[in-house]
């Protein structure tokens, strides 16, 4: 039994020096890339992503630069695509830490919602699609659609919430669809009709126009009913 002591002090070390190795294994983060690019191709190549001849926007001065958080800017969204097909491409988050360029997801979508985003722990201030977040007010949804449509109503007013105004059209055979009324605070005449759609509880906007609404026709078109033509002779 006198031999067993260094047989038992060798498995002893032995099982600490197994420990060590899987915590420093465990320990361990990912390398991440110098450049987005290199960060985006990785990730392709990880996640099987075929994007042939692989070129992300803002390169060389080419395409839309990429969507930077002002809140945190070491995250950001970049759109990479194939040289012959700028269409075909697909968006990714990104994230810098000291280890370099990461990506964190991608999608074919034009980009995440304020609520996927916090779930991926990124900033909402990236969100490229507004009008994909919920609006639980008409306000919201217009506010939102304007922003992506590049439309610049200066201190925002809606019919929904100005006593002074007309009331918005609601329809009577769907009252799911509206059309709302939004102006400058200074300038009511030199507002913008929008026709709104509630679903689940919130509101979107199918569409504008700075005419007075839409022919029963267009209505149709646009999936809403024919009952809130604002100008017949239209």
């Known amino acids: 039994m006198r031999n067993a002591r260094p047989i038992v002090l060798f498995l002893t070390l032995l099982a600490a020096g197994l420990l060590l190795v899987a915590c420093g294994d465990a320990a361990q983060t990912e390398e991440g890339a110098a450049t987005q690019k290199a ?45 012959a097909a700028e269409g075909d491409g697909e968006f990714f988050l990104l994230h810098k830490t000291d280890a370099g ?7 074919k979508e034009v980009g995440w919602t304020s609520a996927q985003l916090k779930e ?9 699609d507004p ?13 939102a659609y304007c922003k992506a449509a590049g439309i610049d109503i200066p201190n925002m007013i809606v019919n ?8 918005p059209t609601v329809s009577k055979e769907d009252p799911s669809w509206e059309i709302d009324y939004a102006f400058p605070a200074d300038a009511e005449g030199r507002g913008v009709f929008f026709l709104v759609h509630k679903v689940d509880g919130n509101y979107t906007v199918v569409s ?15 999936g809403a009913p024919a009952d809130i033509v604002l100008d017949s002779t239209l």
């Open 39 to 83: 960060a985006i191709t990785a990730y392709c190549d990880k996640n099987s992503i075929d994007i042939p001849d692989l070129t992300v926007s803002g390169d060389d001065g080419f395409g839309d630069k990429p969507t930077v958080s002002e809140e945190d800017p070491s995250w950001e969204i970049d759109y990479a695509f194939p040289a």
């Open 101 to 107: 360029w990461t990506v964190v997801a991608s999608t």
């Open 120 to 128: 991926l722990g990124a900033p909402t201030d990236i969100v490229l």
């Open 131 to 143: 009008t994909r977040d919920p609006a639980a007010t008409q306000k919201q949804a217009i506010v």
């Open 160 to 167: 929904t919430e100005d006593a002074d105004s007309e009331p």
């Open 208 to 222: 504008d126009t700075g005419k007075a609404g839409w022919t029963a026709k267009q209505l149709k078109e646009l």
